[in-house]
C-alpha cells in the first residue's frame, strides 16, 4: 500500500512546490545551500506545525496549499540504520553536520526518499525528497488543495483575541 506524504507550501509558491528551488538557495536543517531538496512530512499536522515555527504573525495571512504525494511501495524511504543524527541536530540555527548528512544523501543518488526525525516533534519524521533523482516522476503528486492557517496557532499575546 503506497505511503502518504505531505507538503504545505504558500501558495504563490505551488508552480515550484517541488523543484527544491527554496531549500537550493537557503539551504535548510538537512541540507547546504546549492543542494534541491523538498521536504515533505508524514502527516499534514506534522507539516503544518513545519511551517509554523518559521512563521511572523503577519505571516499567516498568506494563502497556503497542501499537497498529498502517494509513495509507491518500491520507493518507501527505508531508515538506515548505521545513519545516525549528530547529538546537536535539533540546534537552532541547524549545526553544519546535519547539513552535510543530507546534502550527501542527495548527491550520493541511492535513493528518491529519505526519512529524518523532525526537529519540532522528534518522535515523528520528516522525509526528503530529491527532485533530481531519476525515480521522482515515480511520485503521484496531487493537485494543491487551499489550506488555511488556524490563527489559534499563535499563542494569545501574538495574535489575534479568540473573541475575533
Known sequence: ????????????????????????????????????????SETLSLAVLEIVVHLRVQDFRWDFVCFRVEVPDALLPIPNPAWKPPEDWRAEPPVHATKKLGTAWAHAGASALLRVPSAVVPQECNVLLNPRHADFPRLRIHPPEPFHLDNRLLPPDRGPSRGD
Not at 10 to 35: I, K, L, V, Y
Open 1 to 40: 500500500m503506497p505511503q502518504t506524504l505531505w507538503r504545505l507550501a504558500p501558495a504563490s509558491h505551488a508552480d515550484t512546490a517541488f523543484t527544491g528551488q527554496g531549500a537550493e538557495r537557503f539551504g535548510g536543517r538537512w541540507n547546504e545551500a546549492g543542494t534541491a531538496l523538498v521536504y515533505l
